[in-house]
């Protein structure tokens, strides 16, 4: 009997959802994101809340496998970008940079393996966003390796609501030409740089963090005015819209 106690209380201490000895909690700031986030009011006026537009450089495309080289990010506040308080680290792996993605970024290995650990970058980036609504063009990619990161460092995930700028151009091209559906181009590029040029806005060179988080700023504030009826939209109305449906709490 004694051995049968034993055995079962071996396989429960192994088990979710029971914390095994010495195993961390999640990072208090992901903590008090989460309570945040939970109870957030959705139904205020978007000049209430702060918005972080971030962007990353990566070793790859597979959420599950590569890595951060690069983070940037800007604020809006107001709906008006703050320049003055953004944000932008390189990152070292914990592998060589790959040679192809090098010819997207720009980032060497050598360089990289001069950059802080992720664990270190990763502290400011949460009390960079700390309570900001997170927008992003392609955001569930940046959220996907950042979540896994997150999880792997620190016992937790980001909570706070996401925002794509990709669902909320799709969103408006097809408002735009429901009038003359013929007129649409179902081939049309949502790439971040083809959608500015489009839509004639200020162009930063691509495929540097910083540089495409503020790009996206544009990109964002461009569409929320274009989209936006005659009364002042809110939360809500902008995560019915372009909320992340993988990440944050929609």
């Not at 990353?56 to 990010?73: F, H, P, Q, R, Y």
């Amino acid at each position: 009997m004694l051995s049968l106690t034993v055995f079962f209380s071996s396989i429960l201490s192994r088990s979710w959802p029971f914390r095994q000895s010495g195993e961390k909690p999640e990072h208090p700031l992901l903590a008090q994101s989460r309570e945040y986030f939970a109870s957030l009011d959705l139904g205020k006026p978007l000049q209430e809340y702060d918005f972080v537009v971030l962007d990353t450089e990566l070793t790859g495309l597979k959420v599950n496998k590569d890595e951060i080289v690069s983070i940037g990010a800007v604020r809006i506040r107001e709906m008006r970008i703050d320049i003055q308080e953004s944000l932008y680290y390189c990152v070292c792996p914990t592998r060589e940079v790959p040679k192809q993605s090098v010819l997207v970024h720009g980032i060497t290995p050598a360089q990289a393996s001069k950059a802080p650990p992720l664990k270190d970058v990763f502290l400011k980036l949460l009390e960079y966003c700390g309570n900001s609504v997170i927008i992003g063009h392609n955001i569930n990619l940046d959220m996907g390796v950042i979540n896994r990161c997150l999880q792997q460092n620190f016992r937790g995930v980001l909570y706070n609501l996401c925002v794509d700028t990709m669902r909320l151009a799709r969103v408006y091209q097809e408002r735009h030409w429901a009038g003359a559906p013929e007129g649409f181009n179902i081939a049309r590029s949502y790439n971040l740089k083809a959608l500015s040029q489009e839509f004639n806005l200020p162009l930063f060179p691509e495929h540097n963090a910083f540089n495409d988080a503020l790009q996206t700023a544009y990109l964002f504030l461009f569409l929320v005015h274009k989209l936006q009826s005659s009364s002042t939209w809110t939360l809500n109305g902008l995560k019915r819209v372009g909320g992340s449906r993988k990440w944050g709490v929609v």
